[in-house]
């Protein structure tokens, strides 16, 4: 091949010569040292911040009393902080080292593939051990129930990124861990639980009959598919009725939405180094994490007058940002914990058992539901179908097979990308990719052999989980 066809393929592919070649960039990777010192708090420049916690019974705002039975004091500290900067503890920044940076990748060969004017940008953090964004809050809440003496944590998992990411973290800091699985992912997943255990965790099909809440739901469905909401109501319970354990949770939560900031945090630099800025960023969203993650650090940008799109992506089968109501609903399916008030579907809503699940949650995090109502975040939803599609394309032209959840920020780009080219105009697009699917390959097979079904939005459903919420409302 002659130097100058080299370079034309290379500024098509992505190609970079060791040497320098075409000067092309494929991924833009930061020093150790540029891993964030603190963490973002969204709290402290939102023009309006989202309404407190209620108890359910009185209606009035939860006090720092009623959580420290299940979380350690720094974690409730930080819960209600309006601070700007907080410190991220030496010894997670340690930890962190093991994969942040994270790198930032150019995807050429899809925008290629695309035929598109416009930039894909992807931050990849499936390079954690655990193989998600997950471990960026795992490791800080263990470090701090630690710190707090607590021996053992009892969380819930979806798809298995959240429980897979405590199990490692609590491997770390010597932490005893039990995760309840939801049962439809315990049975399509099996390589996720086999990690968990690899790592020293107990992991049980949700709803169990280890709990009352468990005992409760299979009362009522012996052959429930389970939910998150369902495994949060027993990872509660378990961790209530124990003095040496507290609960953790994987999204939704304001401090698990700071900690998560370390994405979006190293983007901005890395977007720096690549000469660009998004027109939008893409996140999937479940309970908020993901999105928040990537996104939060760009909503302060626009705070201040930047024009940035925020973005999240959710599925059609449980679309709590696009068809959940604004309401105090209870963050779990039994009714323990206190009222958030959220984007959602109703806590009583069990979602259809689509491969994603990771996304199968009926409430949005407060700080994100107050972005939607504000407009400074849109919202999108797509069948599962159409999500896999651009999953596989992106497989085929980047070489990453992304967790189901993730393909839904990738079908969002793809369609932004699209929108470019019949405009005629450049955009820049960046997004989250979270996690790999090589835990994901049933879905993958189901997929291929035409065997992945769409589900309709389960509107009646709704509508009577809904309908249900309505004596909780202050």
Request: net charge negative; glycine share 10%; charged share 20%.
């Amino acid at each position: 091949m002659s130097k100058e066809a080299h370079d034309r393929h290379a500024g098509r592919t992505g190609l970079h010569s060791p040497e320098g070649g075409s000067g092309v960039t494929t991924k833009y990777v930061l020093p150790e040292a540029e891993i964030p010192t603190h963490w973002y708090n969204v709290l402290a420049d939102m023009p309006h911040r989202p309404a407190p916690p209620l108890h359910p019974a009185t209606k009035q705002p939860v006090g720092p009393d009623a959580l420290t039975p299940i979380f350690p004091l720094a974690l409730i500290e930080q819960e209600v902080s309006t601070e700007r900067w907080i410190p991220v503890p030496e010894e997670v920044r340690e930890i962190y080292s093991l994969w942040r940076p994270t790198p930032l990748y150019r995807a050429r060969r899809l925008e290629a593939a695309l035929g598109t004017p416009a930039h894909i940008y992807y931050k990849y953090e499936g390079v954690s051990p655990a193989g998600s964004h997950k471990p960026n809050t795992a490791v800080a809440q263990a470090y701090y129930n630690r710190q707090q003496g607590i021996r053992r944590l009892a969380t819930e998992t979806g798809a298995g990124q959240w429980g897979s990411a405590l199990s490692l973290a609590c491997r770390f800091f010597g932490l005893e861990c039990t995760v309840y699985m939801v049962r439809v992912s315990y049975e399509q997943k099996p390589y996720r639980r086999i990690m968990m255990e690899s790592w020293g965790a107990e992991v049980i099909p949700s709803p169990s009959e280890r709990t009352e809440a468990g005992r409760r739901i299979l009362a009522e469905d012996p052959d429930s598919l389970g939910s998150l909401g369902i495994a949060i109501s027993e990872a509660v319970e378990d961790a209530a009725g124990r003095a040496d354990t507290n609960y953790s949770l994987g999204s939704v939560l304001n401090h698990v939405l700071l900690h998560q900031t370390v994405i979006g945090l190293e983007a901005k630099k890395q977007m720096a180094l690549a000469g660009e800025y998004p027109d939008v960023v893409i996140g999937c969203h479940g309970g908020g994490s993901n999105f928040g993650g990537l996104a939060l650090p760009f909503a302060a940008d626009r705070f201040t007058g930047r024009q940035v799109r925020l973005l999240a992506v959710e599925p059609a089968a449980c679309p709590s940002l696009t068809k959940g109501r604004v309401a105090y609903d209870f963050g779990d399916t039994v009714g323990m914990t206190p009222l958030l008030r959220m984007h959602t579907l109703g806590h009583t809503f069990a979602p259809p058992g689509i491969h994603a699940g990771g996304l199968r949650y009926h409430g949005a995090a407060p700080i994100i539901t107050q972005l939607v109502e504000e407009g400074i975040v849109e919202a999108r939803a797509y069948p599962q179908r159409a999500v896999f599609e651009a999953a596989l394309q992106f497989a085929r032209t980047e070489g990453i097979l992304p967790a189901p959840e993730s393909a839904h920020a990738v079908r969002a780009a793809v369609d932004e990308a699209l929108e470019a080219r019949e405009a005629g105009e450049p955009r820049v697009i960046l997004f989250n990719l979270s996690g790999h699917g090589h835990f994901d390959l049933a879905a993958y097979d189901a997929f291929n052999h035409g065997r992945l079904e769409d589900y309709e939005y389960p509107a009646a459903a709704v509508d009577r989980a809904l309908a249900a919420i309505a004596p909780l409302q202050p």
